[in-house]
C-alpha cells in the first residue's frame, strides 16, 4: 500500500498585541506625570516615549541611555545599539517627553538599572508606578504595536498592501530586502511627524 502525502498541519502563529487607544495613551502619560518621585515619573515618562514613541522593548529599551536620545535629523531619534543597531525617529508627539526623560538620565539608563545584562527592568518599573488600578498593566509589547501602527498609518502601508493585492507579509520582507534604506533625514521625515 502507499502512503499519500502528510495531513498538512498548522503552524502556530503568534497574534500581534492590540495597540494602545489615544484615550489609553493620554491616562497613562498622565499617571506617568502624577508618581511621587521624579525618577520613577521620568523613567516612567521615557518608558512611554521609547515604546510608543519609538516602538522600541526588550534588550532595545533596557539599553538606551539618556545620551542615546537626540536631535538629529530634523527630528528626535534614538540610537539602538546592540544586536540590531539602528537610529529611530521618534513620532513628533513624544519628542518633549523623550529629551525631557533623556535629560534626567544623562550617562544613564532611561528607564532605569545599572547594568546592559540587567532583566525585567520595565517589570520592576511597572510594578512601582502608584496609582492607576484602574488601567491595568502597562504591556511594552502594546507600546510596540501602538507605534507600529502609527508608523504604518504614517507610510500608508494599508494603501499600498490594498492597491498592490498583498495579503501576506512574507512578500514585503522579500521586496523590502531589495530596496535602498533610506537616509537618516528621510526616514525621521516619513516616521518622525505625528500625523
Known amino acids: 500500500m502507499v502512503a499519500g502525502p502528510p495531513a498538512p498541519v498548522s503552524l502556530s502563529r503568534e497574534r500581534a498585541k492590540a495597540p494602545y487607544s489615544s484615550a489609553e495613551?493620554?491616562?497613562y502619560l498622565?499617571?506617568?506625570?502624577?508618581?511621587?518621585?521624579?525618577?520613577?515619573?521620568?523613567?516612567?515618562?521615557?518608558?512611554?516615549?521609547?515604546?510608543?514613541g519609538a516602538g522600541l522593548m526588550g534588550a532595545d529599551l533596557r539599553g538606551v541611555h539618556g545620551d542615546d536620545v537626540v536631535v538629529r535629523s530634523g527630528g528626535v531619534v534614538v540610537d539602538v545599539t546592540g544586536t540590531r543597531p539602528r537610529a529611530v525617529p521618534v513620532l513628533a508627539r513624544y519628542h518633549q517627553r523623550a529629551l525631557d526623560a533623556a535629560r534626567f538620565a544623562g550617562p544613564d539608563?532611561?528607564?532605569?538599572?545599572?547594568?546592559?545584562?540587567?532583566?525585567?527592568?520595565?517589570?520592576?518599573?511597572?510594578?512601582?508606578?502608584?496609582?492607576?488600578?484602574?488601567?491595568?498593566?502597562?504591556?511594552?509589547?502594546?507600546?510596540?504595536?501602538?507605534?507600529?501602527?502609527?508608523?504604518?498609518?504614517?507610510?500608508?502601508?494599508?494603501?499600498?498592501?490594498?492597491?498592490?493585492?498583498?495579503?501576506c507579509t512574507q512578500r514585503l520582507g522579500d521586496?523590502?530586502?531589495?530596496?535602498?534604506?533610506?537616509?537618516?533625514?528621510?526616514?525621521?521625515?516619513?516616521?518622525g511627524p505625528a500625523r
Open 25 to 27: 495613551i493620554a491616562a
Open 30 to 52: 498622565a499617571l506617568a506625570e502624577a508618581q511621587p518621585t521624579a525618577a520613577r515619573r521620568m523613567r516612567l515618562v521615557g518608558l512611554l516615549a521609547l515604546g510608543a
Open 109 to 167: 539608563y532611561v528607564v532605569g538599572g545599572y547594568s546592559p545584562s540587567r532583566r525585567n527592568v520595565t517589570s520592576g518599573l511597572v510594578a512601582s508606578v502608584a496609582g492607576g488600578a484602574d488601567l491595568g498593566v502597562l504591556d511594552t509589547s502594546r507600546l510596540r504595536a501602538t507605534w507600529l501602527c502609527e508608523a504604518a498609518r504614517a507610510i500608508g502601508l494599508k494603501a499600498f498592501m490594498d492597491a498592490a493585492g498583498i495579503t
Open 175 to 191: 521586496l523590502v530586502a531589495g530596496l535602498e534604506p533610506l537616509d537618516e533625514a528621510r526616514a525621521v521625515l516619513l516616521l
